[in-house]
T-cell receptor, first 115, second 116 residues
Framework: DAGVIQSPRHEVTEMGQEVTLRCKPISGHDYLFWYRQTMMRGLELLIYFNNNVPIDDSGMPEDRFSAKMPNASFSTLKIQPSEPRDSAVYFC?????????????FGEGSRLTVL | AQSVTQLDSHVSVSEGTPVLLRCNYSSSYSPSLFWYVQHPNKGLQLLLKYTSAATLVKGINGFEAEFKKSETSFHLTKPSAHMSDAAEYFCVVSGAGGGSNYKLTFGKGTLLTVNP
């Protein structure tokens, strides 16, 4: 069974450019999470979805960040315009309904560098 | 409110010696506790979980952790380290049950180095 699939694995862009990160959760998983990992702040939850509906986006840093989940098998995290401080590894994770709340399945991450 | 403190940012052991990674938590609820492992350039993988059943929890790759409510601790141990155990380890607390109120709090991580 395929795990959570993220693309791209690496992205280098210049300040001001739009960045789109993609995630395909595990089939049958009802919950999808976007996390950001940096050395300074560790792992931070940005947003999560239940059945394609955004439930909590309080972790989204500012209006430059947006996330969508148009269907059960695809989600995007968009940054427009990007800034150097957005450089981080962005993880997507999913879990099925009824699973222990902390038992998440993570993708391998998208490493973003904004110059 | 909940929090988790990993007491060591870096632990270094020799191959074949015991591993101890320390974690203390704070939670207003009966917590669920987890340990995750992250190998270089990989995502996080669940090692083990405590969810109010047995206080001694066994996980994958020979790791185990003991929930001690009186000490608010959930330390991760392994009797004998292997080179492949070199990775970063995260202690995680989930403080509320059910529905959408699931908030996870991740520790800052402990980097485990295993020397030959």
């Amino acid at each position: 069974d395929a795990g959570v699939i993220q693309s791209p694995r690496h992205e280098v862009t210049e300040m001001g450019q739009e960045v789109t990160l993609r995630c395909k959760p595990i089939s049958g998983h009802d919950y999808l999470f976007w996390y950001r990992q940096t050395m300074m702040r560790g792992l931070e939850l940005l947003i999560y979805f239940n059945n394609n509906v955004p439930i909590d986006d309080s972790g989204m840093p500012e209006d430059r960040f947006s996330a969508k989940m148009p269907n059960a098998s695809f989600s995007t995290l968009k940054i427009q315009p990007s800034e150097p401080r957005d450089s981080a590894v962005y993880f997507c994770a999913s879990r099925p309904r009824g699973q222990d709340t902390g038992e998440l399945f993570f993708g391998e991450g998208s490493r973003l560098t904004v110059l | 409110a909940q929090s988790v403190t990993q007491l060591d940012s870096h632990v270094s052991v020799s191959e074949g010696t015991p591993v101890l990674l320390r974690c203390n938590y704070s939670s207003s609820y009966s917590p669920s506790l987890f340990w995750y492992v992250q190998h270089p350039n990989k995502g996080l993988q669940l090692l083990l979980k405590y969810t109010s059943a047995a206080t001694l929890v066994k996980g994958i790759n020979g790791f185990e952790a003991e929930f001690k409510k009186s000490e608010t601790s959930f330390h991760l141990t392994k009797p004998s380290a292997h080179m492949s155990d070199a990775a970063e380890y995260f202690c995680v607390v989930s403080g509320a049950g059910g529905g959408s109120n699931y908030k996870l709090t991740f520790g800052k991580g402990t980097l485990l180095t295993v020397n030959p």
